[in-house]
Each structure stands twice: as structure tokens, then as C-alpha cells.
């Protein structure tokens, strides 16, 4: 059964830390939970969904801030509330236009962090499957390379074919991979 919903969220994802900026324009159903919008986000950078994650988000009605996360026995939240489950908690219930943002945090080691920000609350479009991608710019950061420190040295060895670790890095990255292109349409949900 699919869920009906006649709203669309645009959101800018914007990843923290690197500059210029990596970023994405999505649209997704007023109706989709954070588990939802966790996988969006795991597609439109083009990571594997290999690490845990949590969103931190203002509850709207209380005005606390809250942990969203899958949860689970791999997951220990110190925290002094327990989390809020991803697979129930809507982006309807958290994001207004008021109350428009939210941080995703991705890797714990690595430290992925992605500003959410609710640019627009739009009419669904007739005969358009979302979540759509409807911009962005430059590559993601690759799994597992090591924190921003980490994506910075790549870059670094990238832009010199006589690094010691050249050859490597592009076997890891594959030929083709440039830190500058994004194409929407290269983004499948």
C-alpha cells in the first residue's frame, strides 16, 4: 500500500566542515519518517549505509532538542532521554518552517556531519515519483576515508600524480572518480 501525502519537503543537505561546500537539494513526501530520510540522505552521497547515524533535531512541541536513531543493541545512548525511533518519528512532526533544521551525523569515527535544512514546504507534483534529487554540487566523501583531515590528504594526493600513494588512492577511487562532479540524475533512490 503506498502512503498518500500532497506535500513535498525541499531539503538542502549540506555537509559540514568542507569547503567549498558538498551539498544536495531533495525533495521528498511531507509523510516520510527519518529512517526514510536517512536512506535519502545515504543515496544522495552515495555512501553504503556501512556505519551508525542519528539526527538531532528541536522537538517543535517542547522546544528540547532530541536524538533520532535506529536504535538497536548496537547503539548505547548516554544521553539522559532514550532516543526517538527513526521508523516512527515523521518530518512532520519535527520540521516546520519555524522550526526548519536539523544535524544528521554519520560514522562516529569518520564524523560525517549534514546540515538538514527545510528550505520549502511544496505542492506534489502529478506524475512525479519522489524523493527526487533536484540539485547539488561536487563528489561525496568516500566511506572510510578518514574524517575530514583524511578527505583533505586525498585531495592533496589526488592533485599530485607523483604522491607515493597516487596509484593507490585511484585504485580505491577508480579512474573516473573526480572530487568536482555531481549530476542529479546520477542519484538513484
Known amino acids: 500500500m503506498k502512503k498518500t501525502f500532497e506535500n513535498v519537503y525541499q531539503l538542502k543537505l ?3 566542515g568542507i569547503i567549498p561546500r558538498i551539498w544536495r ?7 516520510y519518517t ?4 536517512h536512506k535519502v540522505i545515504q543515496a544522495s552521497m552515495t555512501w553504503e549505509n556501512y ?3 542519528e539526527f538531532e533535531i528541536s522537538n517543535p512541541k517542547t522546544g528540547k532538542p532530541e536524538i533520532i536513531t535506529a536504535g538497536g543493541d548496537d547503539f548505547k545512548y548516554s544521553g539522559k532521554e532514550p532516543p526517538v525511533p ?8 519535527y520540521l516546520t518552517l519555524e522550526n526548519n533544521n536539523a544535524l544528521y551525523t554519520y560514522n562516529f569515527g569518520d564524523n560525517w556531519q549534514v546540515e538538514i535544512l527545510l528550505e520549502n514546504i511544496l505542492p506534489r507534483r502529478k506524475k512525479t515519483e519522489y524523493p527526487i534529487c533536484i540539485e547539488g554540487e561536487r563528489a561525496a566523501v568516500p566511506e572510510d576515508v578518514g574524517g575530514i583531515l583524511g578527505y583533505e590528504d586525498m585531495l592533496e594526493i589526488l592533485r599530485d600524480p607523483e604522491h607515493e600513494d597516487y596509484e593507490d588512492t585511484i585504485l580505491w577511487l577508480g579512474e573516473d572518480f573526480d572530487p568536482e562532479y555531481f549530476d542529479p540524475k546520477d542519484v538513484s533512490f
Open 51 to 53: 556505519y551508525l547515524h
Open 86 to 93: 527513526e521508523d516512527n518519528a515523521r518530518l512532520s512532526d
Open 14 to 16: 549540506s555537509m559540514k
Open 25 to 31: 537539494q531533495v525533495q521528498v513526501p511531507e509523510n
Open 34 to 37: 527519518f529512517l526514510e530520510l
